[in-house]
């Protein structure tokens, strides 16, 4: 039996659920602080940690970097020139079937997972597709509201 849309596995952004569809259409941006060489080991990422209370604090007494450090191989380097905010993910895993001879399901299946890593590692953010987007404002918006009146 063939799935239908709303039955797409659901994929989430920031607690908001999206589509696989739409996360497939969901474009990434490298973070603007993020800084990046290439050597002969890899593609070596850097983004500055954010300087919060806590970590000034604890800085004071313990040896912490003040950087997240990534070391990307080449497939990571192939998707990280296409995190500009113009590639979906949908591009980015074509583009990856071609170079590394995957198939389109294994790369985005890859993706998936891979920017979960980036995500969470501060590398990366998404610009999702418009549907999406409003009821991520929906969300926030109401939120406010309900702060607004408490």
Known sequence: MPKTASAQPKKSFKGILVSREEFLKAK?????????EKDEKGLHVRVPRKQTLLFGLASKFLP????????LDEQGALVWS????????????????KKHNMR???????????FVQLSKSGLV??????????????????AETRVTKA
């Open 104 to 114: 389109v399901s294994d790369a985005e299946a890859a993706l998936d997972l891979y």
């Open 28 to 36: 990434p941006l490298r973070n603007p602080s993020s800084t990046w």
């Open 125 to 142: 953010g998404f610009s999702l597709p418009e549907p999406a987007r409003k009821r991520y404002h929906r969300r926030f918006d109401s």
């Open 82 to 97: 296409l995190c500009d905010g113009e590639h979906q993910i949908r591009e980015i895993a074509k583009e990856l079937r």
């Open 64 to 71: 912490l970097a003040r950087e997240n450090r990534v070391l």
